[in-house]
């Protein structure tokens, strides 16, 4: 493991003091000539290098944005810098850093928008605070909108409800567009349109893991569930994030979706054309890119000829599904008007437990004590269900139907006020390992606290990037890898499928 | 920045990850682990080789499962997972193995 200066935990938040420029040296790889050229986005000749004429195309394309999204506009000139947001961001309390303050970080974009675009900037740009576009400018923009994750938790505190993830969205979008996109999520996104998934895991590969998974199963329980892909006529899509395939404790969430599927009786399929639910266009602030990724689970839909359209265990993507699927794929008048399009895996789940369709035999899950980790994006983003606060209670109450061990973690901390992960947002990436890790402070004090009062030896989660963030970064916190669990890992190990082999 | 082996200079990306992967042979781990200080025993081979096979085949590295499964088989059940794994290849063997077996690195919410 590397050697960063772990945050401490306490048994109460403390607010840090602030250390100036402690992570100005944070940023991550830019984007080469391949990735910047396979997202249609220029490249200067030489990786980092900013294009020529940057400066003219990087206030045009502030211009054109400004006037295209209003909520931009708004967020340039309504701050009044209240100080509510300072120390909500887990990246602020994570390292110190005071650019890291939510205020800061947007004013790095609000600085520019003043000195260019109001009348003030424009004739006494240091009364109002109002700087020059320069390549260090830029520079720093890069650094720390890449130390956002669009988690939104200091939109929830801000009175005028100032959304900082779509002014990271603006900045990145920008950025990339004169030479600086990020290498992570622009190497990522092209791997969907040629492959079908962030992975890149091309189809013979998806049919030998689903094959082993079934094995797996089989071998385990004595019966044969399937895990079918490409299945024309199936009822159901599944669409869930690649890394179900390929990580852990990805792949039990997997299993266990299958499980459910198998003991409703219904008929599902996967698609090698739609195997990834994320959506990084969202993180890099590119409309194009949402929509384009979208459309590929309307064809692959069409092309199965399926009924609904279900979305396993992601955060962003649900985000994504459930605020745009719509506008950005729809209509979607070929599928069956009874169900939700699209619809969550939870929602099904908890659905089948309400009916009473369910064989469930919490005492499986009786050798781990549970809390649950609201996903930023599922959090504060979307519903799980038709009620407000149903994303919340929806998770928690698949959870207490299949586990007799479950408690919250510290009330500020969940729910509305979950703190992220520290890897969400395009940030989940090896050379942001010292950020992910400070970032992780908050949700590690928490459950650190909640793990020495309440005994809870273990976290869920339906987040494919909080499950890679927490295997990565609980060991440097003092706890084990595989106290992350996928919330469909926990139903699968609780459900008791017809015909299957008992220990007794 | 190019990695020297055998005389050789092979590029790399950022990571250290091998930008052409058929620059690869045994000496090319061998490099990359000496500059992680991490000795490579047969183990470590059976997994580095296990990999090469697969990628081989399917153009992209096994999902942790199907290493594990496949480990297990060969190597006993008690190695069978991912915490074997791990010891062997502390940064992840995903990630790590793949370096050393000449793969590119997995990308995506891994």
């Known amino acids: 493991m590397a050697d960063y200066k772990i945050p401490e935990t306490h048994e109460f938040p403390i607010i840090p ?74 990246y602020f309390i994570g390292t110190a850093d005071p650019v ?33 576009l320069t390549e260090d400018v830029i520079k720093q923009m890069y650094s720390y909108y890449h130390q956002c994750s669009e988690c939104r938790r200091c939109a929830v505190f801000c009175p005028f409800g100032i959304d900082t993830a779509e002014v990271t969205m603006a900045a990145r979008d920008m950025l990339a567009q004169i030479g600086m996109g990020q290498k992570y999520s622009n190497q990522i996104i092209p791997k969907v349109h040629k492959i079908g998934n962030n992975l890149g895991l091309p189809e013979p590969a998806l049919v030998d893991t689903l094959e082993g998974l079934e094995e797996e199963v089989e071998e385990d329980i004595g019966v044969k569930v399937r895990y079918p892909l490409d299945e024309k006529g199936a009822e159901i899509l599944l669409v869930t994030p690649s890394a179900d395939f390929f990580a852990e404790p990805h792949i039990d969430g997997l299993i266990g979706y299958g499980k459910v599927f198998h003991a409703a009786g219904v008929t599902w399929t996967m698609s090698s054309k739609a195997s990834e639910a994320a959506n990084f266009g969202l993180f890099i602030g590119n409309y194009e890119q949402m929509r384009k990724i979208s459309l590929r689970i309307r064809d692959a839909a069409k092309e199965l000829g399926v009924k609904r359209i279900i979305f396993g265990e992601c955060g962003h993507a649900w985000r994504v599904a459930y605020n745009h699927l719509n506008t950005l794929a729809g209509p979607w008048d070929f599928l069956d008007p009874n ?51 149903s994303q919340f209670t929806t998770p928690r109450a698949v959870i207490k139907a299949v586990c007799n ?100 | 920045m190019p990695i020297e082996v055998n005389g050789k200079q092979l590029e790399v990306d950022e990571e250290g990850y091998l930008a052409n992967l058929n620059d690869w042979e045994p000496a090319v781990a ?26 081989e085949e399917y153009q992209i590295a096994p999902a942790v499962r199907v290493l594990t499964k496949a480990v297990g088989k060969k190597l006993g059940k008690d190695k069978g997972n991912s915490k074997y794994l791990y010891e062997l290849f502390p940064y992840g063997p995903g990630k790590q193995a793949c370096k050393y077996a000449g793969l590119p690195k997995p990308t995506g919410c891994v």
């Open chain 1, 100 to 132: 890291n303050m939510p205020v800061a970080r947007q004013d790095l974009l609000r600085k520019v928008y003043r000195r260019y675009f109001t009348f003030a900037g424009k004739y006494f740009p240091k009364l109002v605070g109002a700087v020059d």
């Open chain 2, 30 to 55: 061998e490099v990359m682990a000496a500059a992680e200080d991490q000795p490579l025993t047969s183990d470590h081979w059976e997994i580095i080789n296990f990999l090469r096979e697969y990628y």
């Open chain 1, 17 to 90: 003091s602030i250390m100036e420029g402690a992570m100005a040296h944070s940023s991550p790889f830019v984007a080469g000539e391949e990735f910047q050229s396979d997202m249609g986005f220029p490249f200067s000749g030489e990786t980092g290098k900013l294009i020529d004429g940057w400066k003219e195309r990087f206030l045009e394309l502030m211009q054109e944005k400004l006037s295209k999204y209003r909520s931009l506009q708004v967020f340039m000139d309504i701050c009044v810098k209240c100080g509510a947001c300072t120390d909500k961001c887990h």
């Open chain 1, 405 to 504: 061990n479950f408690h919250d973690m510290s009330a500020d901390t969940i729910q509305d006020q979950t703190f992220c992960c520290g890897g969400g947002g395009g940030l989940l990436t090896d050379d942001l390992m010292e950020l992910r890790i400070k970032g992780a402070q908050p949700r590690m004090e928490a459950l650190k606290n909640v793990s020495n009062d309440h005994g809870v030896t273990h976290m869920a989660a339906i987040c494919a990037i909080c499950k890679s963030q927490f295997t990565k970064v609980l060991p440097y916190y003092g706890m084990t890898m595989d106290q992350i669990v996928s919330v469909h890992q926990l139903v699968s190990n609780a459900i008791v499928l017809e015909g299957q082999e008992t220990d007794e």
């Open chain 1, 339 to 389: 169900y939700p399009v699209p619809q969550h895996i939870l929602e099904f789940t908890k659905d089948c437990l309400d009916r009473g369709i369910l064989n469930i035999n919490k005492s499986e899950n009786d050798h781990m004590t549970l809390t649950f980790h609201d996903s930023c994006n599922i959090a504060r983003a979307s519903r799980i269900g038709d009620k407000p606060g």
